[in-house]
């Protein structure tokens, strides 16, 4: 079962406007949250983190949002620009225990 | 680049065959953990070692199994391949052993089973 749900596959924005990833989870007991980017032949790379007590974090343009309540966060990319075009998984864990559960990533194409 | 390799980059064999991946962390990590992408499926956790040890294990069907040597490189052995095992196989290393650490992901192998 999917516990990481990122329910848009593909996401298209203008250059210098605001991108808006989005992310889901099931597990209640998820307390840290990461995101990943990934660009093509290459393995994922870390981009930012989330931990439970928070609901922002900020780091350059990227913010990651969390709200418990909904069990939803989300990365914004403000400006966005060509380079920021990759696929972005979003990740959690259990008490920042070993296993990284990722959902299945969304694809963000950031045209000129 | 990430500082982890692994080898092979691709890898075609048919059903019914074995293979061996291989991972090399970065220089100072400790933990290596080894991750599944199917078409259809987003990234999925398989097993984690830390120095040598097994420290946590996911979704790894019975037919794979997992070592980490004592210079830390690991290798993951899939055997009885199905089509379905066709996937990009992902190495990661940490320094630590729990997720607040940063793992640096290696280029993956395509393994593609016939």
């Known amino acids: 079962d999917q516990q990481v749900k990122q329910n848009s596959p593909s996401l298209s924005v203008q250059e210098g406007r605001i991108s808006i990833l989005n992310c889901d989870y099931t597990n209640s007991m998820f307390d840290y949250f990461l995101w990943y980017k990934k660009y093509p032949a290459e393995g994922p790379t870390f981009l930012i983190s989330i931990s439970s007590i928070k609901d922002k974090n900020e780091d350059g343009r990227f913010t990651v949002f969390l709200n418990k309540s909904a069990k939803h966060l989300s990365l914004h990319i403000v400006p966005s620009q060509p380079g920021d075009s990759a696929v972005y998984f979003c990740?959690?864990?259990?008490?920042?225990?070993?296993?990284?559960?990722f959902g299945k990533g969304t694809s963000l194409l950031v045209t000129p | 680049d990430s500082g982890v390799t692994q080898t092979p980059k691709h890898l075609i064999t048919a059903t019914g065959q074995r293979v061996t991946l291989r991972c090399s962390p970065r220089s100072g990590d400790l933990s290596v953990y080894w991750y599944q992408q199917s078409l259809d499926q987003g990234l999925q956790f398989l097993i984690q070692y830390y120095n040598g040890e097994e420290r946590a294990k996911g979704n790894i069907l019975e037919r794979f199994s997992a070592q980490q040597f004592p210079d830390l490189h690991s290798e993951l052995n899939l055997s009885s391949l199905e089509l379905g095992d066709s996937a990009l196989y992902f190495c990661a290393s940490s320094v630590g052993g729990g997720t607040t650490y940063e793992q640096y992901f290696g280029p993956g192998t395509r393994l593609t089973v016939t």
């Open positions: 990740a959690a864990s259990v008490n920042s225990g070993y296993a990284l559960n």
